[in-house]
């Protein structure tokens, strides 16, 4: 079975400050791993997915993440933050050989001007 | 645009009246999925098909039902709504990585 660990529920940052949004999982086989933003009362929208490869992996709106075998981790980051990123952000992973995804509980990200 | 589509994006049902909410899919995927989201919380997952072949899980309550009448559509009943059921219902499809595409979600008022 796979879990996935989200370690803050809520990050507050300043306009144009750099953020990381943390994620460990845990699975005894290989997984694919997904970040999703949800805005105020909206579906869920992919922001980047880690499937093999090159282990830094870019999304839209400027996110990026780095996938840690070793620390079984998968954290958000991004250089330069918007009010507009404020919003509830989603780490998930699904193993291979299953249609599922496993949630965190998710991070609320709040953009101060 | 290919997309995932719910209707009515804002539902109102009184406590024990059949409601029903919809999906549509223009992506033309097999696997097609229902969550139930409450508020500060991560989706729970109530049921997803595969193809039509339907899969509930263990702790869906028998008041919640789903049709999926083919590819495009899939439709969630609620039987009896109590104040309980009150949340965001979304549906999503499932791409060729297990990466899941999510409508606008359907939010559920019960009074």
């Given at each position: 079975?796979?879990?996935?660990t989200?370690?803050?529920s809520?990050v507050?940052?300043?306009?144009?400050?750099?953020?990381?949004l943390?994620?460990?999982?845990s699975s005894s086989?290989s997984?694919?791993?997904?970040?999703?933003v949800?805005y105020?009362?909206?579906?869920?929208?992919l922001?980047?997915k880690?499937?093999?490869?090159?282990?830094?992996?870019k999304g839209?709106?400027?996110f990026?993440a780095?996938?840690?075998?070793?620390?079984t981790s998968?954290h958000?980051?991004?250089p330069?933050?918007?009010i507009?990123?404020?919003a509830?952000?989603?780490c998930?992973v699904s193993?291979?050989n299953?249609d599922?995804?496993?949630f965190g509980t998710?991070?609320r990200?709040?953009v101060?001007? | 645009d290919?997309m995932v589509?719910?209707?009515?994006r804002?539902?109102v049902?009184?406590?024990g009246?059949p409601?029903?909410?919809?999906c549509?899919q223009t992506?033309?995927?097999n696997?097609m999925?229902w969550y139930?989201?409450?508020?500060s919380?991560?989706?729970?997952?109530l049921?997803?098909?595969?193809?039509?072949?339907f899969?509930?899980?263990?702790?869906?309550p028998?008041n919640?039902?789903s049709r999926?009448?083919?590819?495009?559509?899939?439709?969630?009943d609620?039987?009896?709504p109590?104040l309980g059921d009150a949340?965001?219902?979304l549906?999503?499809?499932?791409?060729?990585?297990?990466e899941q595409?999510?409508g606008?979600?359907?939010?559920?008022?019960?009074l």
């Amino acid at each position: 079975a796979q879990s996935v660990t989200q370690l803050d529920s809520q990050v507050p940052v300043f306009e144009e400050a750099p953020v990381e949004l943390r994620c460990n999982y845990s699975s005894s086989v290989s997984v694919y791993l997904f970040w999703y933003v949800q805005y105020p009362n909206q579906g869920l929208q992919l922001l980047l997915k880690y499937l093999s490869g090159s282990t830094l992996v870019k999304g839209i709106n400027g996110f990026e993440a780095e996938f840690n075998k070793s620390q079984t981790s998968f954290h958000l980051r991004k250089p330069s933050v918007h009010i507009s990123d404020t919003a509830e952000y989603f780490c998930a992973v699904s193993a291979y050989n299953t249609d599922k995804l496993i949630f965190g509980t998710g991070t609320r990200l709040q953009v101060f001007p | 645009d290919a997309m995932v589509i719910q209707n009515p994006r804002y539902q109102v049902t009184q406590f024990g009246k059949p409601v029903t909410l919809s999906c549509s899919q223009t992506l033309n995927h097999n696997v097609m999925y229902w969550y139930q989201q409450k508020s500060s919380q991560a989706p729970k997952l109530l049921f997803h098909y595969y193809d039509k072949d339907f899969n509930n899980e263990a702790d869906t309550p028998d008041n919640f039902q789903s049709r999926r009448p083919n590819t495009s559509f899939c439709f969630l009943d609620i039987r009896s709504p109590g104040l309980g059921d009150a949340a965001m219902y979304l549906c999503a499809t499932e791409g060729l990585y297990n990466e899941q595409f999510f409508g606008p979600g359907t939010r559920l008022t019960v009074l």
